[in-house]
């Protein structure tokens, strides 16, 4: 089965910022690094030795940096975005699952619409058959 959606989705920095202002979302880099996805920024999570002791440091990265280097976006246990090889080039496509990027014109009128949850039925132990 072909998880990838036709048309233009590729990452973009838009997409990352999203993700990480809605949270739960994580990229492994092409090094095997975890980047954790910020609405601004990307954290990666390294050793380092400060004060000559070893610690767990948070680095800061920017999106414009390190989006080259994303291999694959999951957001709670979905595969979101994968790079992979089209041709020449190695794009990194959504997936079409666990992420929606809406068009303009989509978020300006908002046609998606909202999936209403089912109303529950109150059972009595007096039903009749």
Request: proline letters at 2%; hydrophobic letters at 35%; glycine letters at 10%.
């Amino acid at each position: 089965m072909n998880k990838f959606v036709d048309g233009n989705l590729t990452v973009i920095i838009q997409d990352l910022k999203k993700l990480g202002r809605e949270g739960g979302a994580s990229a492994y880099l092409d090094n095997g690094d975890m980047m954790v996805l910020k609405a601004k920024y990307g954290t990666i999570r390294k050793r380092a030795f400060i004060g000559g002791k070893a610690t767990v440091v948070d680095l800061k990265v920017d999106y414009k940096n390190i989006l080259p280097k994303i291999k694959l976006i999951n957001r709670n246990g979905i595969l979101v975005a994968k790079r992979f090889r089209l041709g020449s080039s190695n794009l990194l496509k959504l997936t079409g699952s666990g992420y929606n990027r809406l068009s303009r014109k989509e978020r300006k009128n908002g046609t998606i619409q909202k999936v209403s949850t089912p109303r529950r039925i109150n059972v009595t132990s007096k039903n009749k058959f």
